[in-house]
């Protein structure tokens, strides 16, 4: 099977602007997480979605949002960027959602530059 | 609070040499405790995952354990190799789907 993959690798935007980021999880995973990596926070959890429905949301602001289709693929968007969003974007997908046993694959992620 | 404290922060051994992480949370109630690693430029790689009765886990070198009465887990490297040099994240799950990452330890293998 292949991994979680991610799109695009690689972002740089200016403040104000927007972002969409991609990810399309492991065939048959059916959750799919997202997360921002920083060097000072580490990683922290932003939503987890499950049958194109929102479960779960970390203390982010509204302007960051998510939205998943029916084939399990999630877009993440974050408006009116700072530069605090510079960060690296992880995406997980699990097979199961909301039983917590369950192994999160993540994505290689995105790098996203905010100058 | 739910949190999850790693230590040390970063941690530099020779090659061939043992090294033990530790991890230690207050998260409850308590599910699962994880332990990735995460190359530099890559998504987190998982390692080992135990559940509330199990003590200890291996996966080729590594050897993770867990004392959920005092809430602490380690993880010990065996025969370190240079490739070992990565980011080690001890990851713990609640109830309620909570996921509660530690900041990781950095380490560092010196040939």
């Known amino acids: 099977k292949a991994g979680v993959t991610q799109t695009p690798r690689y972002l740089i935007k200016t403040r104000g602007q927007q972002v969409t980021l991609s990810c399309s999880p492991i065939s048959g995973h059916r959750s799919v997480s997202w997360y921002q990596q920083t060097p000072g926070q580490g990683l922290q959890f932003l939503f987890e979605?499950?049958?194109?429905?929102?479960?779960n949301k970390g203390n982010f602001p509204g302007r960051f949002s998510g939205r998943q289709f029916s084939n399990s693929r999630s877009e993440m968007n974050v408006s009116t960027l700072e530069l605090g969003d510079s960060a690296l974007y992880l995406c997980?997908?699990?097979?199961?959602?909301?039983?917590?046993?369950?192994?999160?694959?993540f994505g290689p992620g995105t790098r996203l530059t905010v100058l | 609070k739910n949190q999850v404290e790693q230590s040390p922060q970063s941690l530099i051994i020779l090659e061939g040499k043992n090294c033990t992480l530790q991890?230690?949370?207050?998260?409850?109630?308590?599910?699962?405790l994880r332990w990735y690693k995460q190359d530099t430029g890559r998504g987190p790689v998982s390692l080992t995952i135990?559940?509330?009765?199990?003590n200890t886990k291996s996966n080729g070198r590594y050897t993770a354990t867990l004392d959920a009465d005092t809430k602490q887990s380690s993880l010990h490297i065996t025969a370190s190799q240079l490739s070992d040099s990565a980011s080690y994240i001890c990851?713990?799950?609640?109830?309620?789907?909570?996921?509660?990452f530690g900041k990781g330890t950095r380490l560092h293998i010196l040939p």
């Open positions: 997980a997908s699990s097979f199961v959602e909301g039983k917590s046993y369950n192994e999160q694959f």
């Open positions: 135990m559940t509330f009765s199990e």
């Open positions: 991890c230690n949370y207050t998260v409850s109630p308590f599910s699962n």
């Open positions: 979605y499950f049958s194109e429905t929102q479960r």
């Open positions: 990851v713990v799950s609640g109830g309620l789907g909570k996921i509660i």
